[in-house]
């Protein structure tokens, strides 16, 4: 099942530099890991702001509501979430 997620990132204005950086570090390991696994097939960073959007490649819903729920920054996300399906006159024969 492929879904776009728009994730929007709101970071606290008092939070400590250290754990946010040692925090971002752990979003990045993990974020390479499941594009590795193919499970996070793309992402996109959008110009000017802490946001990106991303697609995902899994088994249900329920498995993508864990790999985001284990997002260590997920805490400071507003996500939005959109299911998709193979467009009909897509000439990607990837994109299923």
Known sequence: ???KVEMDVNVPQDI???VFERTKAKEKKY?????????????????GQYKNISVF???SSEELHNI?????L??????????LCRHPSSVRADDS
């Not at 985001?68 to 260590?72: A, D, H, I, R, S």
């Open 1 to 3: 099942m492929l879904f």
């Open 16 to 18: 400590d530099p250290t």
């Open 31 to 47: 974020a390479e890991d499941l594009q590795a696994s193919g499970k996070w097939r793309h992402l996109w960073r959008i110009v």
């Open 57 to 59: 490649d899994v088994e």
């Open 68 to 72: 985001l729920m284990g997002l260590p």
């Open 74 to 83: 997920y805490p400071y996300m507003d996500v939005r979430i959109e299911a």
